[in-house]
């Protein structure tokens, strides 16, 4: 069974940093796609980054220069490296993996089969 843990969530101010972790198990990291998603006040889900069987990065134009993915294969665990956040930043941060291999990851949330249930990010002015 496949299960998804996100931890690292909180309030931080605005400029700050925050690192989220996605510990993934019953799977490997290595053989799906990855990605980190995140929902808005009001808004739909939408991609922060994805990244792929063999670690190539893909950053949604929001978070591109600010927001990096490491991935520790020997803990299994995905991590979303968060810097000069913004309030718009606010959101519910979620993890989510692939159901199979893709040669070239799909960026569309709906393209995920397996979901954490998320961690609370609030960013202050």
């Known amino acids: 069974q496949v299960k998804l843990d996100e931890s690292g969530g909180g309030s931080v101010q605005a400029g700050g940093s925050l690192t989220l972790s996605c510990a993934a198990s019953?799977?490997?990291?290595?053989?799906?796609?990855t990605g980190w998603f995140r929902q808005r006040p009001g808004g739909e889900r939408e991609e922060v980054a994805v990244?792929?069987?063999?670690?190539?990065?893909n950053y949604a134009d929001a978070v591109k220069g600010r927001f990096t993915v490491t991935t520790d294969n020997d803990k299994n665990t995905v991590y979303l490296h968060m810097h000069a956040v913004d309030v718009e930043d606010t959101a519910i941060y979620i993890c989510?993996?692939?159901?199979?291999?893709?040669?070239?990851?799909?960026?569309?949330?709906?393209?995920?089969?397996?979901w954490g249930k998320g961690t609370q990010v609030t960013v202050s002015s």
């Open positions: 019953g799977y490997k990291l290595t053989n799906y796609c």
């Open positions: 990244t792929d069987a063999l670690g190539n990065m």
């Open positions: 989510a993996a692939s159901a199979r291999f893709f040669i070239t990851c799909p960026t569309a949330p709906h393209a995920f089969f397996h």
